[in-house]
C-alpha cells in the first residue's frame, strides 16, 4: 500500500514531507506501530540539472542515419549541439535538456560523447527518461512560451510527493486506507485526526436509485445514492498527483474521486451513470450458472452460482460485486447525473469468486479482508465533498437508499483483564493505562470493577478476543519499552539420545571421505522406475512444474542423478551421502515417512559399500545380517545384499544395476549403501565393554584356504573363529585369488590368525594345535588349506 | 712390560685419531681389545711377570690403559654416529610442497553446518530439539495453528497439497509450526524447545527464494512467560550466535497463530538492520489445540531460515547452487 505523506499530513498534522527529518520520523512511527515502511520514494522531482531549451535547427549528418543534430537554446545565448535519436521536435519547440554532468533517474550519467568526432552537450529526455510516465515514443515537448534555462520541473510545475510504500498485514484491512494510517499515527504521536466529512443536506425533487438485496446474507448493506449536476471533466493537479503517487492512473472527475475515497477512506464505491441504469435501480443477486459478463477491463467473465452480481432494476448484469464493474454503466463524457453505489460484503466469499475469476482488483482487496461495514457513511460523504469540487452545479438528491440484512456484522464488546495484559506483557498495565492507549485508536473502553469492557471500532473486525487487545496495548505501548528479560530454563538443554547418535553418524561418514548432498525430494514420473524401484509414490496434486511430482520413496535416484550431474561435469569417483526422508505411500493418515541414510561411491565395488557399512556398523554399535541371497530391487543381481534385522529389512548393499545406471546415464560403476535411520538410530546401541589387551606376546598364523564359489568369505571366517575360540584375537582376510592352480570353481582365500593368551607366551605346540583345529572345521565346509 | 703396554697404548690411541669413520673404530677395538687384540695378549701375559709387584704395576697399567682406550673408543664411535646420522637426515630430506592429491574427509553440507551451529547456540540457551514429519495434515499445519479453512493468512502460504487420504487433508509442510502442535501433546510444560526442519513453499525458485528450504523454530511455554521474555531470548541468541556487537529488536507484526506477533530483525556492528524472522506470544487458540490450557501456562515461539544463515555466511550469490549436489561446490565448505 502507497501512502502518500500531503495525504497523511492532510489527515493528521505530521509536518512537511520537503523536511526528511519529518519523514524519517513518520517512516518509524508507521514502523513501530506495525505498518512496515519497505521504501519511502520521493516522486515528481526534478531531475537536477535537466533544464529547458529551444530548438533553433536540426541538421542530418551524412554518415548517421538514425540520428541527427539538434541545435539548442537553453537561454543563455551559448549555442549547443545535441546528437539525438528521436525526430519528434521541430524548431521553436521547448524540450528537456540534460546537460553534462546530470545523473538520470536510472542512474545513467550524461557526459560529452563524441559521435563521428563531433562532441554532443548533453541529451534530449523522453517523458519516461524523467519519470514523467511510460512515454518513451519521442522527446516532451513542453508547452509554448516555457521560459528557458529553468529546471524542468520548475517549469512544468511538477510537485514532488514523498511516498510510503507499507507493507499491509493480514489483520489490518483498515491500513489500505490512507485514514487508517492516519489514526494510527495520530494516536501515536499525540496528535488529532481530521474530523469527518459531513454530507450536504439532499436536495429536492428526490430521486431514489431502488435497491432489491435478494441475497443479503451475501450483501448485508447497499447504499445508493443519486448524485445530479455532473460534469465529466479532468480532476485537480494535485489530486492528479496523489493518486499518480500512489499508483493509479487519473482518468476523469468521477472516476478519480471514486478512487481517491477508496484510498483516503478505504472504501470502495462505484459510480454509475444513473441514465443507463435500467429500471432506475439494483438488484444484488447470486449469478446463475454459467451466467456472463463483460467488465470494466474489457474481458467477458463467465460466472457460478457462488459469484455474486450486481444488477440493474431490470435484472441485467451491471458488475460482479466488490470485483469489478460491467462496461455497460460505464461513466462516460455525457453523464450528468450519477447513481453511487457504496456497499459491504461477506469476505470469505468475495476471496472464492476473485481467487476462481483470476481477477484481484483494488475493491475485491478490500473486500476480502473485511471492510468498515460504518465506514460507507464517511466514504459517501468524501465522495461529495471532493466532487463538488470540479461540479459547482452538483446537487445531492434526497432518496438516498441503506439497505441492509441481518447479518451485517455487528463489532463485540470484549472483556479485557489488566492483569492478563500485565502478565503477558511483563509491564504493569492498569485501566487507566490501557484505555488511554487504545481509546485513541477508537476502542471505547468502560471499567467493569478491576477490569474493562472494550467495544471494538467497526473498522477492526480483526479483534474478537482478550489477546487481540493485548496486542493493540503492546503496539501502541511500543515493544522497544517493554524490556528484555530471559526466562529461567528448568530444564537441561541437549540433543536427545537418538539426535546425538545421528551426529555420530555423520561425523564417521565424512570421516570416510563422503561428502554431504540434498538432493531435491521429488522425483519425475518414471525415475522410480529409472531405477528399478516401485513405481508406486505418493503424488503432489499441485506441482511446481508439471510432471515434478512424487515424492520419493528411495534416496537412491537423487544421488545416482547426482552423480551422473558431476560425471558430467568431468568429476569422477564422487563419493555422496545424503541423511533425509522418504515418503513410501501408506494407508495411515501420512505416508510412512522415516529417515534413511544413502551413500553412493561412484567407481567403486560393492565391496567398498559394505566396507562402508561394516564402519558405521562398528561406530555405530549397529548389526544385520547381510543377505546376499535377497537382491534388492534395481541392484546388481550377483553383487548386492539386503541388510535385515530380524525379519525386516533395513537396508540394502552393493552395486546399481548396469541397467540403472545406464538409464541415469552415469558411466562409472555405482556402490550403494542404503539404511532406515528411523529404525537404526532408534535403537540404544551396545556400548563396547573392555577386553583386556594383554602382556604377553602375540603370534601371528597365515592360512590360505582354497575354498568353493558357492561358499560365502563370512562362512570361512565364522568357522576359524569358533575353532580357534579364545586364543584368537584378530582376524583379517589379506588376500582372495582366483586363477590358475586353483580347481575350477574355487577360490583362494588368505586369513591372518593373531593370536595371543593372556596368561601366558603361547609355544610352538599351541599353535600347532590350533592349526588343526581350524583345518578340520574350515575342511567340514569344503575350505581345504592349501600347502 | 710396562712399555709395551704404554706403546700398545699410544698406537690404539694414534689409531683411533686417524680412524676415517665408525667401521675404522670397530676394526680398531678387535684390534686392541678383540679376543686377539693387542692389550689382551698383553693381558694374558701377565702370569709370566716375575713378582707380585711386577703384576701388580702391570696389571693397574693394562686396566688403566685399557679403560682408557674403552672410553675413546666410545667417544669416537659416538662422534661418528652423530656425523653419519647428520649425513643420513640430509639425505632423507624432502619436499614438504611436493604433495600428491589424496582423498580427504568429506563435507558436510552448508546447510548442515548452520542447522548445527544454530542447535548448538539454543543447546547452550537450555533448549532441546524437536522434529517431526514432513508431510502433514492440514490439521497440525494449519488449523491446529488458528488457521481454519477459508483462514485468510492461508494464502500466505504456497501450499503443495498431497494426494493422500480425503482432499485437501495432507500437505508438505509449509512451516516447522506443526511440530510445536506435536510438542505441545506429548510434552507437558515446561516446555524449551527447537524444532529444525525441511519445509515447502509451492512459489517459483530465484537467486533467494527455494521450494524445499530449511526453518528453525523455537518454543518457550511455562508459567509466566512474558513477551519481554522473548525479547530477551531473542537478544541472547543474536549474541551468541552472531557476536557480542549484535543486537536485535521486535517489531509489531502479524501471524496467526501467535499473538502479539512480531518481526525480529538485528543490528550489525555497523548499524545495519537486517530482517531475521518472525515471532510473537503462542496464541491461546493454539496452546488449546496443543492440549495447554492458556489461563495457567503463556510461551512464546519464534522461528526464521536456516538456508539463509549459511547464504548469508558464506556469502553465496544463488541459493539454488546450494541444491545442485555439485562436489565442485560442496568441496567449498
Redesign the interface.
Given at each position: 500500500m502507497k501512502i502518500v505523506h500531503s495525504w497523511l499530513n492532510e489527515l493528521v498534522p505530521v509536518g512537511d514531507g520537503v523536511d526528511q527529518a519529518v519523514v524519517d520520523h513518520v517512516a518509524d512511527v508507521i514502523?513501530?506501530?506495525?505498518l512496515?515502511v519497505e521504501d519511502v520514494v520521493r516522486v515528481g522531482a526534478s531531475v537536477k540539472g535537466v533544464i529547458t531549451a529551444r530548438v533553433v535547427k536540426t541538421e542530418r549528418h551524412p554518415e548517421a542515419a538514425k540520428v541527427h543534430r539538434v541545435y539548442v537554446d537553453s537561454g543563455d545565448g551559448i549555442e549547443r549541439h545535441v546528437w539525438c535519436g528521436a525526430f519528434n521536435m521541430q524548431p521553436g519547440d521547448v524540450i528537456p535538456l540534460a546537460t553534462p554532468g546530470t545523473v538520470m533517474p536510472d542512474g545513467r550519467a550524461i557526459e560529452p560523447k563524441p559521435i563521428l568526432g563531433l562532441q554532443s552537450d548533453g541529451m534530449l529526455c523522453s517523458a519516461s527518461e524523467l519519470g514523467l510516465g511510460t512515454d518513451h515514443s519521442g522527446i516532451l515537448i513542453l508547452p509554448a512560451g516555457t521560459p528557458l534555462g529553468l529546471p524542468y520541473g520548475e517549469a512544468l510545475g511538477l510537485g514532488e510527493e514523498v511516498v510510503y510504500d507499507i507493507d499491509v498485514?493480514?489483520?489490518?484491512p483498515d491500513a489500505f486506507g490512507h485514514l487508517g494510517v492516519a489514526r494510527d499515527v495520530a494516536a501515536k504521536l499525540g496528535l488529532a485526526l481530521a474530523a469527518a466529512p459531513v454530507l450536504p443536506a439532499a436536495q429536492h425533487p428526490a430521486r431514489t436509485a431502488t435497491v432489491d438485496l435478494v441475497d443479503g446474507d451475501r450483501c448485508p448493506r447497499f447504499t445508493s445514492l443519486v448524485i445530479g449536476g455532473v460534469t465529466v471533466t479532468a480532476s485537480p493537479d494535485w489530486m492528479q498527483r496523489r493518486l499518480t503517487a500512489a499508483g493509479m492512473r487519473p482518468i476523469n472527475n468521477v472516476v478519480d474521486v471514486s478512487n481517491y475515497v477508496m484510498l483516503e477512506t478505504n472504501q470502495p464505491n462505484h459510480a454509475y451513470d444513473f441514465d443507463t441504469l435500467g429500471g432506475g435501480g439494483f438488484r444484488v443477486r447470486l449469478a446463475r450458472e454459467g451466467e456472463t459478463i463483460v467488465t470494466l477491463d474489457d474481458a467477458e467473465r463467465t460466472l457460478t452460482a457462488d459469484d455474486l452480481l450486481i444488477c440493474d432494476a431490470t435484472d441485467r448484469p451491471i458488475g460482479i460485486a466488490g470485483i469489478m464493474g460491467g462496461q455497460n454503466t460505464e461513466i462516460s463524457d455525457s453523464t450528468t447525473t450519477s447513481a453511487l453505489e457504496a456497499a459491504w460484503f461477506e469476505?470469505?466469499a468475495i476471496?472464492r469468486s476473485a481467487l476462481r475469476l483470476g481477477l484481484r482488483s483494488e475493491a475485491s482487496a478490500r473486500f476480502?479482508?473485511g471492510m468498515d461495514p460504518m465506514g460507507i457513511d464517511r466514504g459517501v460523504a468524501r465522495f461529495v465533498d471532493l466532487l463538488a469540487l470540479t461540479c459547482p452545479d452538483l446537487v445531492v438528491h434526497a432518496g438516498a437508499v441503506d439497505a441492509r440484512a441481518p447479518q451485517l456484522p455487528v463489532p463485540p464488546v470484549l472483556r479485557v483483564r489488566p492483569a492478563r495484559v500485565s502478565?503477558?506483557?511483563?509491564?504493569a498495565f492498569d485501566v487507566a493505562a490501557i484505555t488511554a492507549l487504545i481509546q485513541a485508536i477508537g476502542f471505547e473502553c468502560t471499567p467493569q470493577g478491576d477490569d474493562l469492557d472494550v467495544a471494538v471500532p467497526s473498522w477492526r473486525p480483526d479483534c474478537t478476543?482478550e489477546?487481540?487487545i493485548?496486542?493493540e496495548v503492546?503496539?501502541l505501548y511500543g515493544?522497544?519499552r517493554?524490556?528484555?528479560?530471559?526466562?529461567k530454563?528448568?530444564?537441561?538443554?541437549?540433543?536427545?539420545p537418538m539426535?546425538q547418535r545421528r551426529?555420530r553418524l555423520?561425523e564417521v561418514?565424512?570421516?570416510?571421505?563422503?561428502?554431504?548432498?540434498?538432493?531435491?525430494?521429488?522425483l519425475t514420473a518414471g525415475e522410480l522406475e529409472k531405477a528399478g524401484l516401485a513405481a508406486e509414490a505418493?503424488?503432489?496434486?499441485?506441482?511446481?512444474v508439471v510432471g515434478d511430482d512424487l515424492?520419493r520413496t528411495s534416496l537412491r535416484p537423487g544421488l545416482l542423478?547426482?552423480i551422473a550431474?558431476?560425471e558430467s561435469?568431468r568429476?569422477t569417483g564422487?563419493?555422496?551421502?545424503e541423511i533425509?526422508?522418504v515418503?513410501p505411500?501408506s494407508t495411515d493418515?501420512?505416508?510412512a515417512?522415516y529417515e534413511a541414510l544413502g551413500v553412493v561411491l561412484a567407481g567403486a565395488d560393492a565391496t567398498d559399500a559394505v566396507a562402508i557399512w561394516r564402519e558405521l556398523a562398528t561406530a555405530m554399535g549397529w548389526g544385520a545380517r547381510l543377505d546376499q541371497g535377497n537382491v534388492p530391487a534395481g541392484m546388481h543381481p550377483a553383487r548386492s545384499a539386503t541388510l535385515s534385522l530380524g525379519k525386516d529389512a533395513i537396508g540394502s548393499v552393493g552395486e546399481v544395476h548396469p541397467d540403472v545406471a545406464e538409464a541415469f546415464d552415469v558411466a562409472e560403476r555405482v556402490a550403494v549403501l542404503e539404511l532406515n535411520l528411523t529404525v537404526l538410530l532408534a535403537a540404544e546401541p551396545k556400548v563396547a565393554q573392555w577386553k583386556a589387551t594383554g602382556r604377553f606376546p602375540s603370534s601371528d598364523l597365515d592360512l590360505a584356504f582354497v575354498v568353493p564359489l558357492t561358499v560365502a568369505a563370512e562362512k570361512v571366517d565364522k568357522a576359524i573363529r569358533q575353532a580357534a575360540g579364545g586364543l584368537l584375537v584378530d582376524l583379517s582376510l589379506f588376500d582372495v585369488y582366483r586363477g590358475t592352480g586353483l580347481p575350477e570353481g574355487s577360490r583362494s582365500l588368505a586369513y591372518r590368525l593373531r593370536l595371543q593368551s593372556l596368561e601366558r607366551t603361547l609355544t610352538d605346540d599351541d599353535v600347532a594345535q590350533l592349526r588343526a583345529k581350524v583345518e578340520a572345521a574350515t575342511k567340514k565346509m569344503g575350505a581345504v588349506l592349501r600347502g | 712390560m710396562i712399555d709395551q703396554i704404554h706403546t700398545a697404548r699410544e698406537h690404539a690411541m694414534a689409531r683411533l685419531a686417524q680412524a676415517t669413520g665408525s667401521d675404522d673404530v670397530r676394526v680398531i677395538e678387535l684390534e686392541v681389545l678383540g679376543k686377539r687384540g693387542s692389550l689382551t695378549d698383553l693381558k694374558a701375559g701377565l702370569g709370566k711377570l716375575a713378582t707380585i709387584e711386577e703384576k701388580k704395576a702391570a696389571g693397574q697399567a693394562l686396566n688403566e690403559a685399557t679403560a682408557a682406550v674403552a672410553d675413546a673408543l666410545q667417544a669416537r664411535l659416538a662422534e661418528f654416529r652423530r656425523a653419519e646420522r647428520a649425513v643420513q637426515l640430509e639425505v632423507e630430506r624432502l619436499d614438504l610442497t611436493e604433495i600428491m592429491r589424496k582423498?580427504?574427509?568429506?563435507?558436510?553440507?552448508v546447510?548442515?553446518q548452520a542447522w548445527?551451529r544454530l542447535?548448538d547456540v539454543?543447546?547452550?540457551?537450555?533448549?532441546?530439539?524437536a522434529?517431526g514429519?514432513?508431510?502433514?495434515?492440514d490439521w497440525y499445519n494449519f488449523e491446529a495453528l488458528n488457521m481454519p479453512a477459508?483462514h485468510?493468512?492461508r494464502?500466505?502460504h504456497d501450499t503443495?497439497?498431497?494426494?493422500?487420504?480425503t482432499?485437501g487433508s495432507?500437505v508438505?509442510r509449509t512451516h516447522t509450526s506443526p511440530v510445536q502442535i506435536r510438542v505441545m501433546q506429548q510434552l507437558t510444560p515446561?516446555i524449551?524447545m527447537i524444532m529444525p526442519g525441511?519445509v515447502f513453499r509451492?512459489?517459483?525458485?530465484d537467486a533467494t527464494h527455494l521450494?524445499?528450504f530449511h526453518q528453525i523454530e523455537g518454543l518457550?511455554i511455562?508459567r509466566?512467560?512474558?513477551?519481554?521474555?522473548l525479547?530477551?531470548?531473542i537478544?541472547?541468541f543474536t549474541k551468541a550466535f552472531f557476536g557480542e556487537g549484535f543486537t536485535s529488536?521486535?517489531?509489531?507484526?502479524?501471524f496467526?497463530f501467535t499473538?502479539?506477533?512480531?518481526?525480529f530483525d538485528i543490528r550489525t556492528p555497523k548499524g545495519d538492520w537486517l530482517e531475521l524472522g518472525g515471532c510473537g506470544?503462542v496464541?491461546?487458540n493454539v496452546l488449546r489445540a496443543g492440549g495447554i490450557d492458556p489461563e495457567e501456562y503463556?510461551g512464546f515461539a519464534f522461528g526464521f531460515g536456516i538456508d539463509r544463515m549459511a547464504k548469508e555466511r558464506h556469502a553465496i550469490g544463488d541459493v539454488r547452487e546450494?541444491?545442485?549436489?555439485?562436489?565442485?561446490f560442496?568441496?567449498q565448505f
Open positions: 514502523t513501530n506501530v506495525g512496515a498485514l493480514r489483520n489490518r469476505p470469505a476471496m476480502e479482508r502478565a503477558l506483557l511483563g509491564t478476543m489477546i487481540d493485548v496486542e503492546a503496539r515493544y522497544a517493554l524490556g528484555k528479560t530471559v526466562p530454563s528448568t530444564l537441561p538443554g541437549g540433543l536427545s539426535q551426529r555423520r561418514l565424512l570421516g570416510l571421505g563422503l561428502s554431504e548432498a540434498m538432493p531435491h525430494p521429488f505418493v503424488r503432489l496434486v499441485n506441482p511446481l515424492l542423478k547426482a550431474f558431476n561435469h568429476r564422487v563419493a555422496l551421502f533425509g526422508h515418503y505411500p493418515v501420512l505416508p515417512e | 582423498p580427504g574427509r568429506g563435507h558436510a553440507h546447510v548442515t548445527q542447535e539454543f543447546i547452550g540457551l537450555g533448549f532441546q530439539v522434529e514429519p514432513e508431510v502433514e495434515t477459508d485468510p493468512a494464502s500466505m503443495f497439497y498431497v494426494d493422500h487420504g482432499p495432507t508438505l515446561p524449551y525441511r509451492n512459489e517459483t525458485t521450494a524445499v518457550v511455562d509466566g512467560i512474558t513477551l519481554a521474555d525479547a530477551g531470548t537478544e541472547s529488536r521486535l517489531r509489531p507484526s502479524y496467526p499473538e502479539p506477533s512480531a518481526e506470544m496464541h491461546p503463556s546450494m541444491y545442485t549436489n555439485d562436489i565442485r560442496l568441496e
